[in-house]
T-cell receptor
Framework: GAGVSQSPRYKVAKRGQDVALRCDPISGHVSLFWYQQALGQGPEFLTYFQNEAQLDKSGLPSDRFFAERPEGSVSTLKIQRTQQEDSAVYLC????????????FGPGTRLTVL | AQRVTQPEKLLSVFKGAPVELKCNYSYSGSPELFWYVQYSRQRLQLLLRHISRESIKGFTADLNKGETSFHLKKPFAQEEDSAMYYCALTGQYNFNKFYFGSGTKLNVKP
């Protein structure tokens, strides 16, 4: 079956623009994670959903970042008024269970803010 | 503070040589440790987790709570092992949040 997909794969935004990044997890997966990966670094946790409930958003760097998963499947990460420091690869991962489990990663969205 | 440290950014070995990728962690609870791997032009994928105690593609990793380490080892490296390796940590009972190290690039030379 299909794995985790993300769109767009690449996004260029001018500073100050709003962007929306989409994640389609594997069907039936309960858990969904968003990560930010800066160049040369490992993924940094942003937020976690269990079905439609956002149980942890402690990693969101500012109130310009917002994530939702309204029906417990597709998730969107929105960044308002983008800044240059938001440039990174944004990774989405899903896992079947609502406990520690294998995460399946998407290909990522590379965001470049000019 | 919760933290995962991978001290080597790059590790180069010859084919057939033993490999050890280092991972140290700091966690105030019961940790669960993982190794993820990213091959060239592929997505991040799970290699192994300490709780399953498996050997995957010849790699093993033992959780040493005394030294707070989870080093990844393979006795004989293969060229196809060349990839980026990330050590990751979460809690056994607080699994909402994962912490990743900054990664080690393994280059296996022919």
């Amino acid at each position: 079956g299909a794995g985790v997909s993300q769109s767009p794969r690449y996004k260029v935004a001018k500073r100050g623009q709003d962007v929306a990044l989409r994640c389609d997890p594997i069907s039936g997966h309960v858990s969904l994670f968003w990560y930010q990966q800066a160049l040369g670094q490992g993924p940094e946790f942003l937020t976690y959903f269990q079905n439609e409930a956002q149980l942890d958003k402690s990693g969101l760097p500012s109130d310009r970042f917002f994530a939702e998963r309204p029906e417990g499947s597709v998730s969107t990460l929105k960044i308002q008024r983008t800044q240059q420091e938001d440039s990174a690869v944004y990774l989405c991962a899903s896992s079947l269970l609502a406990r520690t489990d294998t995460q399946y990663f998407g290909p990522g969205t590379r965001l470049t803010v000019l | 503070a919760q933290r995962v440290t991978q001290p080597e950014k790059l590790l180069s070995v010859f084919k057939g040589a033993p490999v050890e990728l280092k991972c140290n962690y700091s966690y105030s609870g019961s940790p669960e440790l993982f190794w993820y791997v990213q091959y060239s032009r592929q997505r991040l994928q799970l290699l192994l987790r300490h709780i399953s105690r498996e050997s995957i593609k010849g790699f093993t990793a033992d959780l040493n709570k005394g030294e707070t380490s989870f080093h990844l080892k393979k006795p004989f490296a293969q060229e196809e092992d060349s990839a980026m390796y990330y050590c990751a940590l979460t809690g056994q009972y607080n699994f909402n949040k994962f912490y990743f190290g900054s990664g080690t690039k393994l280059n296996v030379k022919p």
